[in-house]
């Protein structure tokens, strides 16, 4: 994997805590040092990717266990966080640059964080520890605009982030690559959880494993290039068809959109 030889040394050595990570989890009962008071403590926000966009207002299979994922552990830290200060949960992604996004009844489209904000709301998590990043097309997106809309603004440097088994190795590459970049404040400390593929098509799955397996031969090489905000800004809004004006992205047609929607 990347690892941490993309972070600097010096907020390596800021760090105070080993790094934690957890694989197939579809329900944290199932593992007991998930909900501990120690972790509980420690993170100012869980960072729950988002998926590809709704049908309706029906996520994703794979965002819906994300998002369960992420209510499941905000509600069991309450017990060990001060009154007023819970855990905050940070839902990513404008969505996705390959398919569009879902129209509400008004006719107007409805983001992956919106989306994936209000499920979490249905399930009792108050909207005022929700927090929707709304500007990312991909997961390069996600952890550039949470560090730069959210945890840097708010001073929250130690984070849980989720997504799926399938989609973990390119998403930890990616946090740890942005997270890392030299800036303001402390060293951030980004925890990862991975949920079970349990329940999605095989198809979409190895059809998805694929497809990040050859993304992050590309990031490493990336992220060994960009080694500041500044320049990583520079290439996402000149050199990156989500982003940079005039640039257009790969539009996925019919049966392909699978591996975003799961339909």
Wanted: aromatic share 10%; proline share 3%; with cysteine.
């Amino acid at each position: 994997g990347l690892g941490y030889s993309y972070l600097s040394q010096r907020r390596v050595a800021q760090s105070k805590h080993k790094v934690k990570a957890w694989e197939g989890v579809a329900d944290i009962n199932e593992f007991p040092d998930i909900c501990t008071m120690s972790n509980c403590q420690s993170w100012d926000a869980i960072v729950s990717l988002g998926g590809g966009p709704a049908i309706g207002d029906e996520l994703p299979i794979w965002t819906v266990a994300r998002v369960k994922v992420a209510a499941q552990i905000y509600k069991c830290c309450q017990a060990y966080r001060p009154a007023g200060k819970n855990i905050k949960i940070i839902t990513t992604s404008a969505g996705t640059a390959h398919a569009p996004n879902p129209l509400d009844q008004d006719g107007f489209y409805i983001t992956e964080a919106k989306a994936a904000a209000d499920w979490l709301i249905r399930e009792g998590v108050p909207k005022s520890d929700i927090y929707q990043e709304t500007a990312s097309w991909d997961t390069i997106g996600n952890a550039y605009f949470v560090r730069t809309i959210h945890t840097d603004v708010r001073g929250w440097r130690s984070l849980l982030m989720i997504t799926s088994d399938y989609h973990m190795d390119r998403s930890k590459a990616i946090f740890e690559w942005i997270m890392g970049l030299a800036g303001p404040g402390p060293a951030y400390r980004v925890d990862t959880l991975a949920v079970s593929d349990e329940g999605v098509d095989k198809e979409v799955v190895t059809d998805r494993r694929r497809r990040e397996a050859a993304s992050l031969v590309k990031l490493k090489q990336r992220a060994a290039e960009l080694r500041s905000l500044e320049a990583v800004h520079e290439w996402l809004f000149t050199g990156h068809q989500a982003y940079a004006s005039g640039a257009t992205m790969e539009r996925l047609q019919g049966k392909d959109r699978r591996i975003y929607n799961g339909r």
